[in-house]
């Protein structure tokens, strides 16, 4: 089965930056479109940014160039830099190590809190 451990959340102020990293293990990670999404209170679980196995990105609108989503498939780790940080960006986030999965392949979460 393939296991997701996310880490890197915390409490940043507004215009702050977060790393959160991902490593993924059980699957040929090399290969997996692999992905960061994101869910507030009372909403949706949302997609924020992705990437396949050959490093070719997909973000959301709402990401306006702030966040950086890369890969290392030599250590089975997938990142997100996040950089100024709104107040509407608080949210559990969460990694999926294989965005083809079913069932879908999520981490625990890792939660980003952001003070004004």
């Known amino acids: 089965q393939v296991h997701v451990v996310e880490s890197g959340g915390g409490l940043v102020q507004t215009g702050g930056s977060l790393r959160l990293s991902c490593e993924v293990s059980g699957t040929i990670f090399a290969i997996n479109v692999a992905g960061w999404y994101r869910q507030a209170p009372g909403k949706q679980r949302e997609l924020v940014a992705s990437?396949?196995?050959?490093?070719?990105?997909n973000y959301a609108d709402f990401v306006q160039s702030r966040f950086t989503i890369s890969r290392d498939n030599t250590r089975g780790t997938v990142s997100l830099q996040m950089n100024s940080l709104k107040p509407e960006d608080p949210a559990v986030y969460y990694c999926?190590?294989?965005?083809?999965?079913?069932?879908?392949?999520w981490g625990q979460g890792t939660q980003v809190t952001v003070s004004s």
């Open positions: 999926n190590g294989d965005l083809s999965r079913i069932p879908p392949a």
């Open positions: 990437i396949t196995g050959r490093g070719r990105t």
